[in-house]
DNA sequence: GCCTTTCCATGAATCCTGTTCATGGACCGG
DNA sequence: CCGGTCCATGAACAGGATTCATGGAAAGGC
C-alpha cells in the first residue's frame, strides 16, 4: 500500500542528495556547485539525470538560476532528511562499538529557548559525552518553525512550542517538556500598566492567550507589533508599553521592568521536543532528551507530566 | 550546517547500506551476495571497506558465516531505516509533481452515508487520481461508531453524524460537511398515518429528533424497534407503522412509501468527515476530503457552511 | 589423518559512471 | 552590440565498484 511508484534502476546516492539540497538552497547550479566544490557541469548532469529518473522537473532554470518547482522543493525536503538520518549512522556504529557518544547533532531551537534553556543542555550532554559536539540553530517559531527545520531535515531536534490540540505533524514525533505560564510585564513604577498600549511579537502565536485574553474585561487600548521578543521587553522597559510574555523570555531580561503575575490561571504555553522516529533512536538525540529532561529547571517552567509509553 | 559528523572521507551509498542489511539478515556474505546478485567477493570487498570507514568491526566471521557484532547490528539497523526513507523519496516527488495521489485509504461510513454519498465521492475521485483505490468500510454509527475506526486506526477517514454541542474527541478531526433534514415516511395512500406506531432503529441517535418530538403534541401510539434503517423503510412500505428518517435513508427507498414534511423546522442532524490531523495532511485524505466537498449533493442534504481555518 | 566442502580474503583486471573540460546557446543590462 | 551570467551538452578522464581467479582456514565425512 506505501508502494506504488514504478521501479527505477538505481536509487538516489547521497552525494546526488546533497547536489538536490545544495540547488534548493543556492538558487543556482553554479553557486550549488561551488558550494559544493565540483563544476557546474557536474550539477547540471546530475540534475539531468535524477529528474529523468525521477520522472519530474526539480528545478525551473532561468536567467536568475534555479527555482525549485514543487516537486523539487519536497525532494529537496526528504532528502535532507535522508542526509541526516544517513549523518548519524557512523555514530551510532561508533556508539554501539566503544560506547562512545559522538556526532555533531543540530539543534534548533526559538531564540528563548535557545537562551535560556539549551546552554545548561549543552554544557551537560557535552560534559557527560565529550565527543558530542550540538550545534545549535536559531529560528524564529513562525510558520513550520523549527518543527520545520526537522521536518526539512536541517536539525536533528526541535525545541518547539507545542499545541496539545493539534495532533504531531506527519512523519515528526512531538513530546511536550515544560509549562511555562505568560505574565504581564510594564515599566517599573508605573501606575496603570494597564492603560498602555500592548506591545506584542510576530512569533507569540496569539492563539496561546486569546483564550485569556476573551475571559478579561480588560482590552489594551492599542498593539504595537514587533519582530522579537528582546524588543518587546526593550521596548516595555522604556516605557512604551506593557506586554504578555512567556516565562522565557522574561529570563535575562533588562532593567527597569516589573513583572505581574496574570492570576491562578495565567495563560500559558507548552514547550517540548520534536523530531523524527529514525532520528528519536539515535544516541546523540537521546542523550540531547534525557539532558533537556534532567536539566535545572529556569524559573517559570514546570515540567509537564511525561507520558506513559502506551502498548501499540 | 547540513553536516553532522566529523568529515569522513565518503558516506555510505544506498548499495553498501543495502548490502549491509543483506548481511545482517542472511548471516552470510555469500548468502546476501547472491540475494543482491553480486559476488561474495562484492560483498567481502564492501563490507571490508565499510568497516575501515566507520573505524569498526561490523560481522564476526566464522566458519559459520558472519555474525553481525553489536556494531553491525546498529549500522544494519540504521541502514534500514535510511533505505526506507530513501524509498520513500520518489514517490512523494511524483505525488508533487504530477498531483498524482497513490494509495489505498479506508473510509470508514455508516450504510446510508456509503449507500448515497460515497459512489460519487469514489468514483470522483478514482477518476480525478487513478493511482488511488480507495477501501469503503460500512460501520455501524453505535458506540464509537466511524470516528471510533478512525481513532483505532482502521480507518483514515470516517463518514460521521457530528453532534456540534460536542467538542472533538482527543486527538481527532471533525468537520461537519451536510445539514440533513429528517422527514416523515408513511405507507403511500395511508389515510392518518400519525395513528400508526412510530419504526426506530438503534442507531438512529434520537437526540437529533428529541427537541423536535417535545415540540409536538403528537405522540405516536407505539414504537417499534429494528436493526437498520432499510428495515424500517421496508416494514413502512409494508404499512407497518411510519417513521422520522433522515434524508440519506429515503433515497433509494422501497416504492409504496409517500414522504411528508415535517413543517418548516424540521429535526436535522450534520454529517461530516472525521480523522487525524496526521492523516488530514496526507494527500489521499485531502483528496477525498475535497471530493466530499465538491461532489453533488444528494437531495435532501445542504452543505455547512465551511469554517474559516484560523492561522497556527 | 586426508579430502571435500564451505566459508571468507585478496590482488589484478574490467566496467560503469560521476566529474571535468571545453564548448554552445539563451538572456539581460549597459 | 557586446560582455556577463546563467544553464546545456558531448567527449574525455578518473575513480571505484564489481568480477575473476585465486588462496587460506575451519569443519565434517570416511
Known sequence: MTDGSPRRDTDLAPHELRILAAVDRERSFTAAASALGLTQSAVSHAVRTLEGRLGAVLFDRGRHGA??????????????????????????????????????????????????????????????????????????????????????????????????????????????????????????????????????????????????????????????????????????AQGVGMAVVPGLSLLGAPPGLAVTDLGPRPPSRRIGYVTTPALARTAAVRALVRELRSAPLPAGLAAVQRPSRSPS
Open 67 to 236: 527555482r525549485p518547482t514543487p516537486a523539487g522543493e519536497r525532494a529537496a525536503a526528504h532528502a535532507r532528511q535522508v542526509l541526516r538520518l544517513l549523518a548519524a549512522l557512523p555514530a551510532e556504529v561508533r556508539e554501539a562499538s566503544t560506547g562512545e557518544v559522538t556526532g555533531r547533532p543540530v539543534v534548533a531551537a526559538f531564540r528563548s529557548a535557545a537562551a535560556q534553556l539549551l546552554p545548561a543542555v549543552i554544557a551537560g550532554v557535552t560534559a557527560r559525552h565529550p565527543g558530542l559536539a550540538p550545534q545549535v540553530r536559531i529560528v524564529r517559531e513562525l510558520g513550520p518553525g523549527t518543527a520545520g527545520e526537522v521536518a526539512d531535515g536541517r536539525a536533528d531536534l526541535g525545541i518547539a512550542t507545542v499545541d496539545p490540540a493539534a495532533g504531531p505533524p506527519p512523519g515528526l514525533v512531538v513530546v511536550p517538556l515544560f509549562e511555562e505560564s505568560y505574565a504581564l510585564v510594564h515599566p517599573a513604577g508605573h501606575t496603570r500598566p494597564k492603560e498602555l498600549p500592548l506591545v506584542d511579537w510576530d512569533e507569540n502565536c496569539s492563539s496561546y492567550t486569546r483564550s485569556w485574553w476573551s475571559e478579561q474585561d480588560w482590552l489594551p487600548p492599542a498593539t504595537i507589533r514587533v519582530e522579537d521578543d528582546t524588543v518587546v521587553l526593550s521596548l516595555v
